[in-house]
């Protein structure tokens, strides 16, 4: 159990400090641009600067926490999540999930990136996360459709369309 502290712990610092070096680097691109319009800096601003914010926090309460003792538990018993899945099940999910973000870049070009990433959502949570399908198809159409607000219109990013137009 001391082992998976320390790994904790190093894994959390490496990501603050990494966030944190994302942040500071976005500085150098300009974050806002003239017209009050948002510059490419932004987005590696606040994705480094919240990547920074969110494991330092998680540092902290690593570091705050007590050392904890064997308590007989199995691993299973142990690392289980709250949907009470183990580690070999969130490793087979965990696989899955970077098999289907390359099959969803290769649609890209056909059907287009709005609609590659809702049909990624769909599939990661029918298949992969067990959701009913009218949740899931609702998640994925707000996912979608989130995304297009950012990037196409907030942002003004052009993003590849495809047979749909979008």
């Known amino acids: 159990m001391r082992d998976q502290r320390l790994g904790q712990v190093v894994l959390f610092a490496g990501l603050t400090l990494v966030g944190a070096g994302f942040a500071i680097s976005a500085l150098g691109y300009g974050v806002m641009l003239p017209e009050s319009r948002i510059g490419p800096g932004f987005l590696p601003l606040a994705a480094g600067g919240l990547l920074a914010v969110l494991a330092a926090l998680l540092l902290v309460e690593q570091l705050r926490r007590p050392g904890q003792t064997d308590t007989g538990q199995t691993d299973t ?25 390359p099959v969803a870049l290769l649609v890209v070009p056909v059907v287009g990136m709005v609609t590659a990433f809702g049909l990624l959502v769909l599939v990661i949570s029918t298949w992969l996360e067990r959701r009913r399908v009218l949740p899931a ?12 607000v950012i990037f196409a219109v907030v942002l003004r ?4 369309t495809g047979v749909f137009g979008f």
Do not use: C, N
């Open 77 to 101: 018993e142990q690392g289980t999540d709250d949907f009470g899945r183990s580690p070999a099940q969130r490793k087979w999910i965990l696989r899955r999930v970077i098999v289907l973000l």
């Open 137 to 148: 198809l609702a998640l994925s159409a707000i996912s979608a459709a989130g995304m297009y």
């Open 157 to 160: 990013v052009p993003l590849p």
